[in-house]
């Protein structure tokens, strides 16, 4: 199984500050996935991103492929409360393969 | 667009004791199926998929087995469970061919 590399594990910022995540592999993505968990419920597609240098935006969510789709990464702007979650990028295949997710906590 | 339904949405087991969790999907037809575990709130672990009724590939080998009785069923279940069975279940829909999967609220199965 290729290993997908989610950075920073965790995230605490409170309400407007700005953030970035990022999901990083050795090898190359057909495509990718994001993610969005809250607690005790079951992960929400955000987004899919298939080219290489896509940039995807989802309201104040910016979503970037890399040019040599290995890596991907994901913008939040004037982070919400709302925003807090576990976010997970997927690699596509017959089944996806998960990295392990960056906990957001964003605070009032 | 589909909805998936997963019950129980908790579950309190003994060690030893058998388990069958159930998925059904609405909306859509001849749908690839997962079952995923959740441990501590992170990363998914791919537990089992099928392509079709009766097809099933299991991804890592524990006690643990699913069936497909019915194109929008899947079933998971277990002879006897281990503590390290623990976890949040979560049960996967695609449609043929894409690789955009949507998920059930999930099952807490607690072990104890």
């Known amino acids: 199984t290729q290993l997908l590399e989610q950075s920073p594990q965790f995230l605490s910022i409170q309400e407007g500050e700005n953030l970035t995540v990022y999901c990083n592999s050795s090898s190359v993505f057909s495509s990718l996935q994001w993610y969005r968990q809250e607690p005790g419920e079951g992960p929400v597609l955000l987004v899919t991103v298939v080219t290489g240098g896509e940039v995807k935006k989802l309201k104040r969510l910016t979503f970037q492929f890399g040019d040599a789709r290995k890596d991907s990464s994901l913008h939040i702007t004037a982070a919400q409360p709302g925003d807090t979650g576990l976010y997970l990028c997927a690699r596509s295949g017959y089944a996806l393969n998960f990295g392990k997710g960056t906990s957001l906590l964003v605070t009032p | 667009s589909q909805t998936i339904h997963q019950w129980p949405a908790t579950l309190v087991q003994p060690v030893g004791s058998p388990l069958s969790l159930e998925c059904t999907v609405e909306g859509t037809s001849n749908p690839n199926l997962y079952w995923y575990r959740q441990a501590a709130g992170r990363g998914l672990q791919l537990l089992f998929y099928?392509?079709?009724?009766?097809?099933i590939s299991s991804e890592v080998p524990q006690n643990l087995s699913a069936s497909r009785p019915q194109d929008r069923q899947f079933i998971l279940s277990s002879k006897k469970l281990l503590l390290s069975d623990s976890g949040f279940y979560l049960c996967a829909c695609a449609a043929l061919s894409s690789y955009e999967q949507y998920f059930g609220p999930g099952t807490r199965l607690t072990v104890t």
């Open positions: 099928s392509v079709g009724i009766g097809q």
